[in-house]
């Protein structure tokens, strides 16, 4: 079975810092990788996805994630934290179907 | 074009009762997938529907059920509810009709409280 595990349930970053939220995943199968947000009372919004084109993914809002197989990892960054960036952020795994398996989510706190 | 659009908002049932909750695709959209979100489970996948028929199933009871029209909108209901079936329940809609993984769109979610 297909897994994905966020390391950090809370991370807090300063305004203008690096955003880093890890992501591990378990997959038997070559996997599609996705990163979501979900700001508060709403869904989600994909910020991007791995589909095995290339390895470094840009997504929206400035956000982008690197697929390393050797480290079975699927880490989101973004270079400098605006404070709209502040939500949760959830890895999400599948293999090839409509069904997601999320992990378990990292709250972002931005500090002015 | 319209998201995807989820009614009611919120919702609050008593135990036992039963609820209904609907999801409008994005136009064009032929697949819609539910998940449940809770504070203690997480975001877990209930099921999707695929040209009126359920293609994929989460580890659920019986108790929630789901079905699509032809119009590719769907419901989900979930019977004689107890007070942990609480949670944000979301929708998401995707553009699949053939092997290649398209990503899923959701919606706003619906808030079902149960006391």
């Known amino acids: 079975a297909q897994s994905v595990t966020q390391l950090g349930s809370h991370v807090s970053v300063s305004e203008g810092a690096l955003v880093l939220l890890r992501c591990n995943y378990s997959?038997?199968?070559?996997?599609?990788l996705f990163w979501y947000v979900q700001y508060p009372n709403q869904g989600l919004q994909l910020l991007l996805k791995?589909?095995?084109?290339?390895?470094l993914v840009k997504g929206i809002n400035g956000f982008e994630a690197e697929f390393k197989k050797s480290e079975t990892s699927f880490h989101l960054t973004k270079p400098s934290a605006h404070m709209s960036d502040a939500a949760e952020y959830f890895c999400?795994?599948?293999?090839?179907?409509?069904?997601?398996?999320f992990g378990t989510g990292t709250r972002l706190t931005i500090i002015p | 074009k319209a998201g995807v659009t989820q009614t009611p908002r919120y919702l609050i049932k008593t135990r036992g009762q039963q609820v209904t909750l609907s999801c409008s695709p994005i136009s064009g959209h032929r697949s819609v997938s539910w998940y449940q979100q809770t504070p203690g489970q997480g975001l877990q996948f209930l099921f999707e529907y695929f040209s009126e028929t359920q293609r994929n199933k989460g580890n659920f009871p019986g108790r929630f059920s789901g079905r699509q029209f032809s119009n590719s909108r769907s419901e989900m209901n979930v019977s004689t509810l107890e007070l942990g079936d609480s949670a944000l329940y979301l929708c998401?809609?995707?553009?699949?009709?053939?092997?290649?993984?398209?990503?899923?769109?959701f919606g706003p979610g619906t808030r079902l409280t149960v006391l």
């Open positions: 997959s038997s199968v070559p996997p599609y």
């Open positions: 791995y589909t095995s084109a290339a390895t």
């Open positions: 999400a795994v599948s293999d090839g179907e409509e069904k997601l398996t």
């Open positions: 998401a809609s995707s553009p699949t009709g053939g092997i290649t993984y398209n990503e899923q769109f």
